[in-house]
């Protein structure tokens, strides 16, 4: 898909939220089986490393509904147990250019930021198996925002101190490349980088083009050449609606993108057409439909058929899978998804 090229059939992924598969779990899908292996969906394995401040992790509060803890970027936040939602962010340990630079100077890449031990038990399975294995990096606007300094704070410093931002996402960012280069160097090959930035909401954007391009456009560039360097793929996760960043994603060579949030505005079909030949798309089919059956499937046969020409196209939701698709539903999706998608 990534050289874009027809295959046996396009590949089927999805991402369930945890409530999700715990109602998949109350209607008949075993717990000791992940939801990958039950509903066959295409396998693929994930590298991850830990470039944060590892500050210490504290649980505050407890509760049968919810938790409240300290995370690794020093983040106060409140995790719902059983709902299918982001956490709500409380507080922050990060709030300045000082407490940053304090922040800074626990980030020195090592080797016990690695997982080894998850390495060394399951690559040699993903390769045997044929995964497609996938290694994250975790930086830029949306992680720093929500996961470390605050929403309101760094939109206002990409304005006042876009030095300050800039400091912040060249240095996630350099740390995680150089932990991936010290697994790479290990002699564990992944297939593609992927990392999360979401720059838009429903209808807009976060910022504007100029300001993307003044100051977070080259660290994204930095972590496509670096994927290049090294003959692997790239792909961004950028939720809501990012329309006019695409020509810029596509000039620094950005191979893939995920998940083209159809309810926030973005249209799958346009972006195929116009960018089809140089950017795999992967998603864009409206999470909002996944419980109506007839609306789902009229909307699969209307999309994928068009997303699917000439390969470059994984399909999956328009973001999480949401906890309103009962078992049935998604396992007929997905027989849908591999009907639609093969190639004769």
């Known amino acids: 898909m990534f050289l874009h090229q027809e295959a046996d059939r396009i590949p089927v992924t999805d991402h369930p939220w945890g409530a999700t598969v715990e ?4 209607e ?3 717990k000791d089986v992940s939801y990958v292996d039950f509903f066959d969906l295409d ?3 994930w590298i991850a490393t830990d470039n944060s401040p590892r500050y210490p992790v504290k649980v505050l509060e407890e509760t049968d509904e919810y938790s409240i803890y300290t995370s690794v970027w020093g983040v106060t936040m409140k995790q719902w147990k059983h709902a299918a939602s982001t956490p709500e962010f409380l507080d922050f340990t990060i709030r300045d250019p000082d407490s940053w630079r304090k922040a800074k100077e626990r980030m020195t890449p090592s080797r016990e930021r690695i997982d080894w031990p998850n390495l060394k038990k399951n690559y040699p399975r993903w390769k045997k198996e044929g995964f497609w294995i ?3 990096l975790w930086f830029g606007f ?7 300094v605050g929403t309101e704070r760094i939109l206002v410093a990409l304005l006042e101190d876009p030095e300050w931002c800039m400091d912040m996402f060249r240095t996630e960012l350099e740390v995680g490349l150089a932990l991936l280069e010290m697994v790479w160097d290990a002699g564990y090959r992944f297939d593609q980088i992927v990392w999360p930035d979401d720059m838009g909401y429903k209808q807009h954007q976060f910022f504007s083009v100029e300001l993307y391009r003044a100051i977070l456009k080259p660290f994204h560039q930095r972590a496509v050449e670096w994927a290049h360097a090294h003959g692997i793929f790239a792909e961004l996760h950028s939720c809501g609606d990012i329309r006019p960043f695409v020509p810029e994603l596509v ?3 950005m191979d893939g993108l995920n998940p083209l949030e159809v309810k926030a505005g973005v249209d799958p079909i346009a972006l195929k057409r116009e960018y089809g030949d140089r950017l795999l798309l992967h998603g864009g089919i409206n999470a909002v439909l996944w419980d109506q059956p007839e609306a789902i499937r009229a909307e699969m046969e209307r999309v994928i058929p068009i997303l699917k020409q000439g390969g470059g196209y994984v399909f999956s939701s328009d973001h999480s899978v949401p906890s309103s698709v009962s078992l049935n539903d998604f396992r007929q999706i997905i027989e849908w998804a591999k009907e639609l998608g093969r190639y004769s």
Do not use: C, K, L, N
Not at 23 to 26: A, K, S, V
């Open 251 to 253: 000039e620094i060579g």
């Open 28 to 30: 008949g899908m075993p």
């Open 43 to 45: 396998r693929t394995g």
């Open 23 to 26: 109602r998949w779990q109350r």
């Open 134 to 136: 996938q290694a994250g």
């Open 142 to 148: 949306d992680v720093t925002h929500s996961w470390a």
